[in-house]
């Protein structure tokens, strides 16, 4: 080999280094961007919910608060947009959905505040953007409650159209009873006053999810330490349904 073979074949073996060097670096980044959270951040700014989520904690839930009685969970019209047949899901986070990660869990309790076990729970929702998918299943799905009458949910904070304020839509049955129909809220939203159909009753609670307290703000104006993994926004609303015997 020549000088000047030698001095190409160093050349090359260089560029290689800095290409290997390069690479691994992108790829530290690459993979420090999608973790944490699971939430990417769009070139503008907007929170798109990524479907490669990693596994998050379990939310410790409070105890329900029984009152005597326990106050009904009312009805609310259903609106427009409801479509049968959702699939069966605790997360409706898949790529593409538009808007913040949330986390939605909650009992459902008879009025004497046991918990249903195996009632059907069937959300469906517009995005952060205030759209809904009438053509598919996107951001609609229903589960069933465990032995201990709890559902979990996965999904985004629901975006503001004309006239409504932030809710999120659902469907209640235990099993062998009538469907209760009702929305759910969030507080803090400005435009709760001025939706007609807005209800306190229906107010989901911000939910410390590590400790099971109840928060005194809206978990969405929370920002997580710098370089902390943070739980999505966790909120708590219990069902409270009217379950009759023989019926
Ligand atoms: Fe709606």
């Excluded at 596994?55 to 609106?79: S, Y």
Aim: with cysteine; aromatic share 8%.
């Amino acid at each position: 080999m020549g000088k000047q073979e030698q001095t190409d074949q160093r050349r090359r073996n260089l560029l290689w280094v800095g290409v290997v060097v390069l690479t691994g670096i992108w790829l530290t980044l690459w993979s420090g961007q999608t973790s944490g959270s699971g939430v990417v951040l769009a070139q503008s700014g907007t929170a798109i919910a990524s479907g490669t989520a990693q596994a998050m904690q379990t939310p410790v839930l409070p105890p329900p608060a029984c009152t005597d009685p326990v106050a009904l969970t009312p009805a609310m019209t259903e609106g427009p947009y409801y479509t049968r047949n959702a699939p069966e899901r605790t997360s409706l986070i898949e790529p593409g959905v538009k808007g913040t990660k949330i986390v939605l869990v909650g009992y459902v309790l008879t009025a004497d505040c046991k918990p249903i076990e195996h009632a059907w729970v069937d959300f469906w929702q517009a995005d952060g953007e205030g759209v809904y998918d009438n053509d598919g299943f996107r951001l609609r799905g229903h589960q069933f409650t465990g032995k201990d009458g709890r559902y979990y949910l996965e999904t985004v904070y629901p975006g503001l159209y004309p006239g409504r304020t932030a809710h999120i839509h659902v469907k209640v049955q235990a099993p062998n009873q009538s469907v209760l129909t009702s929305q759910i809220f969030f507080p803090g939203e400005v435009r709760n006053s001025t939706d007609s159909i807005f209800s306190t009753e229906l107010l989901a609670a911000p939910l410390n999810p590590a400790t099971g307290q109840l928060a005194t703000l809206s978990p969405l104006a929370s920002t997580p330490a710098a370089g902390q993994s943070a739980q999505p926004p966790t909120y708590v609303f219990n069902f409270v349904l009217d379950v009759r015997s023989g019926s």
